[in-house]
């Protein structure tokens, strides 16, 4: 029964809505791949279950934009370029880009506390500034009674949104933690107000979604008629179901607005065209912020800041109840992406990649794994010098740093990154990507990419020779340049480069099987082709896909045969380790599950086995309805972290939803005793109120 319904459901996917609103026509080379891009979408919705999505790039004059499945399914209303989703923490630049407009005409000072334009917010142990708010670094907190403040039904204007949290308790010195808060963007709504003498949605019309022409852009309301509205879904279980109600204005300048996607388009061209933005409040705005202590936070002003493949882009995600958006922006390019679905929960990020492979001919990321484990730490650092040193020369043509700088650079990464003392080694090159650590990664690898650009090398062949063509193209030439002419790398590090560029030579064309194979010829295909290669593509995530699917169609054999193809393919990976232990897990084999788990924590104590890996994979399993599953993923992260407040906090909900109350009691004590002051702990504490009797029963 239920197979029938879902091949009917995944049919009606295939309904497409034409291209609307080009400013100028696709190549007809480019046209031919957006129609195979078309049956992409279908397939990836009917997997997800998704019922609406419209997505859409602008690139110079060309623009494309077109609307996949529904809008509305009760009522059969396709989703085109037209629809209007809600926009979520997309709004969150535009919030950002509005303080900087009032910045340059005087009316604000970043530096001020917040006070100066919001006089009612209460004073707080120590002073916080605009600036701060724009980079999460106010010290602010996000929700702390999820249940209450993510549910409201009633309508807030400003004054009611910041009294939800105005008496809260900063949770650290502003500057020194970086806490991603819609909270805090609440408050620049209230800075915009109070420095403008204009109402959030009035400014905003005004100045910033009017002068770009963003018609369909407004505050969120349900009393009001918003043409073309899209109805929003989640799944329960297996089953979609309309979203709860709720009423975001109590989130207007955070995440209270809906659009459409091309308003998302004509937003992220026109910031990056400048054309509501200064240049010098432009580049301000994508500088990333951080910490006291020297950590980048990979957040700017208003936007998240990662170097992607080796490529500069800014970007922002959102989510809520009936919307998941992203707005992917390339400035150098001129090419912004952007795509609203109207499913909670779901990864918007695979339509963006897929988008960009499309329109650009290039992957959106390359995969490498580097099967000798000795050569390991040597692609770590090519990779963290290309992905700084590229993307800085995509974004600018000025040199970094000066020549004494870059080769202080070269050379602490030759005493340091390359040192015997492997565990220091390793403590180094994460840092050195932050100011803590110079930012070595940065100094050196925007050199580097500015050498090879003076010696006539086109830096976009590097979208498929990725990290090791870039470092072993400038080793050799360095090492065809008189000495001292440019900074050397140590020998032993260049050597282990050459080789391995050498073997991602052979390698790097093999692709996955385009269509479904079965996981022995999988086996059979992938050793044959790996086999005594030092750098090859990484499947893991391919895999992974395939276990996943496996495992939803109740196929455990398959599921698990493709987590141990992804461990004898990847052994030095800790996402293939952590593959075979959550796909142990969902077969109910938790002691071999654990052990694989935690062969994957000793492979990288920050990668797929981590507690923010594991607590997302369990909420990643209950949105899909596999809520059991879900549960024995985070009593499996607490026993490999028994010290981490959040995971206990998160068991607790799971208890919660099962109706396993004195076990719900019980984890969110656990939770309180580790952190006292973990991000979760008012609600916390609210929810053992709430569970009454139990908690009176275990309290000592």
Known sequence: MQSSKYSAYAGALALFCGVAQAASAPSAALAARLADFDGWAAQRMGAARIPGVTVGFSQGDVEWIKGYGYADLENRVPATARSSYRLASVTKPMTAVAILQLVEQGKVDLDAPVQTYVPYFPVKAFPVTVRQLLG???????????????????????????????????????????RYTSYGYNLLGAVIEGASGESYGGYMRRHVWGPLGMDATVLDDPDAVIAHRVRGYRLAGKELKNSEFVDISSRFSAGGTRASVPDMLAFGRGVHAGKILSAASLAAMVQPMATRAGRLTHYGMGWELLPTGGRYAIAHSGQQPETVTYLYSFPSRKLTIAVAANLERVNPEAFVQRLFEVVTGEPWQLKTYIADAGAQRAYQVAQGLFEEGRSYAERTNEPYADAPATREAFTQINRQALAPDAPAARAYIEAARHPAGGRVFLTAGASMARQLREAGIDLNKYARGGALAFARDYILLSQGTKAGALPRFDAAFEQAIVTLAASWDRTAAIAWPAASASIAALDGQLRAAFRGQ????DFVPELL??????????????????????VALYPLSDRAHALQGLTLLRAGKTEPAVAALRLALERDPLGAASPAALNLEAYRLKGSGAVAQGMAVLQAAVSLHPRDANLQDSLAEFYVEQGLRPQAVEAYRQALQLDPRYPGAVGAKAAILRLGGAAQALTP
């Open 136 to 178: 999460h670094l106010g010290g602010i907190d996000a929700y702390r009674d999820s249940k209450a403040e993510q549910h409201f039904k009633e309508h807030k204007d400003t004054r009611q949104s910041i009294a939800v949290f105005e008496q809260f308790d900063l949770i650290a010195e502003p500057g020194t933690r970086f």
């Open 534 to 537: 030092r750098a090859y593509p």
């Open 545 to 566: 896909e395939l276990a996943q699917a496996s495992a939803a169609r109740g196929e455990t054999d398959a599921a698990l045969a493709a987590s141990r193809l992804a």
